[in-house]
């Protein structure tokens, strides 16, 4: 039975800058904008979802399971004043977009988390999104594929959303006033397993390319993996998210491929890394685990641990905590090595 909350819906830099200068869900047209997540209740005030999407896939997401997913929209929040919906069954992978008033030229490609069960849009999407394009950078929130619902690419099914989403930022980066060297990667939770996979998979071929766009490299320039799952060998691995990207009875050698810290290139971008050392549904061993195997390779990358904070906290649950200021890090952070 669908929660009241439900909605189901079917199937030269400075050169580049200075020339850059209610409730019902709705079907767009093949190459049209997707409307934001809709539960039926109203939004609340101040909170405007971006209204412009980029599909991913021009003629729609490749291997498509036999039963299709039905993507469903969940209002998780209790409170009027801020939205927290999850996107789970997701069949037309896309980007929403936050375009400053002030650009820098930069962009960054946010990967919210959600157990791979489902996308949780707005706590660790487009809260992130509004903040950073406050700050000049065009912000792309990334609604993905569940490798949990059976399209043929399996475990790797995100990772081609990813990959795919990067190359079209860059394809289109002129139109969006951006740099295409200065676009970097952020994920949290689950997502932040995808973001490092992104940093460390970039070249994996994960599917057939498409268009002109898939020409590009997928590298970010940076990474941001924020409170990230990491490992999918047990007891660090995250239950849930394991079970659903690579199966409960994955063997090792599925888990060394799906273990981002086992396969970090020579070439990895800078990574900039949040975890809370209480953190108890994904133990912070993640997190050093990564931060090992990239300090092994040579990789630059910047690291905050912090006592209490817990998971999830993206920017909302940071009030009276130290985590709190870890945006603020991560800005000084991506001004440098995005510069």
């Known amino acids: 039975m669908a929660d009241r909350n439900e909605t189901f819906f079917r199937p030269g830099r400075r050169a580049f800058l200075t020339a850059a ?38 003629n729609g ?26 996107v789970q069954g997701i069949v037309r992978p896309r980007l929403t977009v936050f375009r400053p008033e002030k650009p820098n030229g930069a962009a960054v490609m946010i990967m919210p ?35 949990g619902d059976g399209w043929a690419a399996g475990p790797n099914v995100a990772l081609s959303d990813a990959q795919r989403a990067m190359r079209l930022i860059r394809h289109r980066a002129r139109d969006h006033g951006v740099d295409p060297e200065r676009i970097a990667a952020m994920g ?3 997502g932040g397993h995808l973001c490092a996979d992104l940093l460390t998979r970039f070249a994996t071929r994960t599917y057939d ?8 490299p997928a590298r970010p320039a940076a990474a941001a993996p924020i409170y990230p799952v990491i490992s999918m060998t047990a007891p ?5 998210s394991r079970e659903l990207l690579i199966g409960k009875d994955a063997g090792p050698a599925l888990e060394r491929a799906h273990s981002p810290h086992l396969n970090v290139p020579a070439d990895a971008p800078p990574v900039f890394l949040v975890h809370a050392e209480d953190d108890a549904s994904v133990p912070v061993e993640n997190a050093l685990l990564l931060r090992a ?26 009030a009276g905590k130290p985590v709190a200021i870890w945006p603020e890090l991560f800005a000084g952070w991506a001004g440098k090595v995005l510069a």
């Open 188 to 190: 949290f939770s689950a």
């Open 113 to 147: 988390g959600g157990g791979y069960r489902w996308v949780v849009v707005d706590k660790e999407g487009n809260e992130l999104g509004r903040w950073l394009s406050a700050r000049g950078y065009t912000v792309f929130v990334l609604f993905y594929r569940l490798p």
């Open 293 to 318: 195997a990239l300090r092994a390779r040579g990789i630059a990358v910047d690291t905050h641990l912090f006592a209490q904070g817990g998971h999830g906290f993206g920017l909302r649950n940071t």
């Open 21 to 58: 200068g209610g409730g019902a869900v709705f079907a767009s047209a093949a190459f049209g904008q997707i409307a934001p997540p809709a539960t039926g209740m109203p939004g609340p005030a101040g909170q405007s979802d971006p209204t412009e999407t980029i599909e991913l896939w021009p």
């Open 236 to 240: 660090v691995a995250h239950a849930g």
């Open 209 to 216: 390319p498409v268009d002109a766009a898939d020409a590009l």
């Open 61 to 86: 997401a490749p291997g498509m399971p036999a039963r299709p997913p039905v993507e469903l929209v969940n209002e998780r929040s209790k409170d009027p004043t801020f939205h927290d919906r999850s």
